[in-house]
């Protein structure tokens, strides 16, 4: 039987742990939001210091009972759209959306422009110290 001592240290942690924020309502969305020091790492998988203060940031915000909209506001006000892994389609984030295929098609225009250029006709053949000259042959 629990000795009424050690019954007042498990009531406070009991009321610890559910003061903390759910963890998987922190998790998703520490998930939707980007590291803005590791910028290719949520801030779920990051270890940086930031992502750490950002997710206890996360973590008193939930506790003081904001919405998850409140929350990514909040982070968009401070850190701008590119914190969002899902910016919004806008004007201003157009370079967010369009930028990666852009990149992808110049380049790929560009491997097809090189490829074609270093290929040689199928029908012609170039004189080298392999090929004897026109003169050689007619001696």
């Known amino acids: 039987m629990m000795k009424p001592h050690h019954v007042l240290p498990a ?15 922190l998790h998703a969305l520490a998930s939707e939001l980007r590291c803005p020091v590791c910028q290719n790492q949520t801030l779920a998988d990051s270890n940086a210091d930031l992502a750490r203060d950002l997710k206890e940031e996360i973590r008193k915000q ?12 909040f982070m968009v006000r401070r850190y701008g759209d590119f914190v969002l892994y899902q910016p919004p389609l806008r004007a201003d984030t157009t370079v967010l959306w369009v930028g990666p295929f852009a990149l992808l098609t110049m380049g790929a225009g560009w491997l097809a422009w090189y490829m ?18 026109v003169t050689e042959v007619n001696e």
Do not use: F, H, W
Request: charged share 30%.
């Open 11 to 25: 009531l406070v942690l009991l009321a610890d742990l559910a003061a903390a924020a759910p963890p998987d309502r």
């Open 62 to 73: 939930i506790a003081q009972g904001r919405s998850d909209a409140d929350i990514r506001d």
């Open 116 to 133: 074609t250029r270093r290929r040689e006709p199928a029908g012609r053949q170039t004189l080298g110290p392999a090929n004897p000259t």
